[in-house]
């Protein structure tokens, strides 16, 4: 079993749309939580990070984690053709970003 | 956040040779910064930790002496891949933990490596 699972996609949604992105994780001593967006060819760039259980929205992105289910998600609303790009989900056992372990990614497409 | 840069952004070499990637922190003093490998249509694995002025910490299975690192200053961190082979070519991700308070790790924008 992978420590982080994603599915691999591609997840195609509208435009204007609300994109789901699941994650889960194995380390139930994980503490901190985050998202990347990872553009073909280019490195990852951070939307957002997630330390309790519960909702957490910046603009149209919303990080919402279970850590019962061990389980973290990322909801993107009115998705746009821009954010089409994979989107990494990644897990760390410290609150000081430190030992990140990656999921394989969801290549996310939102078609004009 | 943090502002990291790498260089070079992309390098062919011949296999055998060696090739040196510097990645800077550009805005703040980084203690510690990572590096990562991504395969194609693979995700980041760990490579190793970098502290600054010690010795780098190697995840299992990177072997130490094929890749040197060396983090001698608060703001450098260099990655050698020695005696490349074309199973090094790569794509290899420098990041570091950001300042103020938000403990989120900021990445460099890569280095694509092409062994020959």
């Known amino acids: 079993q992978k420590e982080v699972e994603q599915n691999s996609g591609p997840l195609s949604v509208p435009e204007g749309a609300i994109a789901s992105l699941n994650c889960t994780y194995s380390?139930?001593?994980?503490?901190?939580f985050f998202w990347y967006r990872q553009y073909s060819g280019k490195s990852p760039e951070l939307i957002m990070f997630?330390?309790?259980?519960g909702d957490k929205e910046d603009g149209r992105f919303t990080a919402q984690l279970n850590k019962a289910s061990q389980y973290v998600s990322l909801l993107i609303r009115d998705s746009q053709p821009s954010d089409s790009a994979t989107y990494l989900c990644?897990?760390?056992?410290?609150?000081?970003?430190?030992?990140?372990?990656f999921g394989g990614g969801t290549r996310l497409m939102v078609k004009p | 956040g943090a502002v990291v840069s790498q260089h070079p952004s992309w390098v062919i070499c011949k296999s055998g040779t060696s090739v040196k990637i510097e990645c800077r922190s550009l805005?703040?003093?980084?203690?510690?910064m990572f590096w990562y490998r991504q395969f194609p249509k693979q995700s980041l694995m760990l490579m190793a930790t970098?502290?600054?002025?010690?010795?780098?910490?190697?995840e299992q299975g990177v072997e130490k002496d094929k890749f040197l690192i060396n983090h001698a200053s608060l703001t450098l961190s260099t990655l050698t891949v020695t005696s490349a082979h074309p199973e090094d070519s790569s794509f290899y991700i420098c990041s570091t933990v950001g300042r103020g308070g938000q403990e989120t790790q900021y990445f460099g924008p890569g280095t694509r490596l092409l062994v020959l």
């Open positions: 997630i330390y309790s259980n």
């Open positions: 805005d703040f003093q980084a203690t510690t």
């Open positions: 990644a897990v760390s056992r410290d609150n000081a970003g430190n030992m990140l372990t």
């Open positions: 970098s502290n600054e002025g010690s010795k780098a910490t190697y």
């Open positions: 380390d139930r001593g994980s503490q901190s």
